[in-house]
């Protein structure tokens, strides 16, 4: 099952996705110009670990937009996609 999770704390936005029976995380820091992620986008880090979704263009996508959304049905939405990617994967 997916799962997202935003955490704020100390000035840091921290987002954590379970996928695939891992967890990916990311953190919007501040810095002098604004703030900066600390580790590559969701996508990048999956790609990272598991260099056969390399061509899965809407898995990638997905990874990617769910970092910046801010509508509820729109993650709801992410995660459902998210979720038949590990049903199919499993097969």
Request: charged fraction near 45%.
């Amino acid at each position: 099952m997916a799962k997202l999770t935003k955490t704020y704390e100390n000035r840091i936005e921290k987002i954590e996705l379970e996928f695939m029976g891992e967890k990916y995380d990311y953190s919007m820091i501040e810095d002098d110009d604004g703030r900066t992620g600390d580790k590559p986008f969701f996508d990048v880090q999956l790609k990272n670990k598991h260099p056969e979704f390399e061509g899965e263009d809407d898995l990638m996508e997905a990874l990617d937009r769910i970092l910046f959304e801010s509508y509820e049905d729109d993650i709801f939405e992410i995660l459902e996609q998210l979720e038949e990617w590990e049903y199919d994967d499993r097969e």
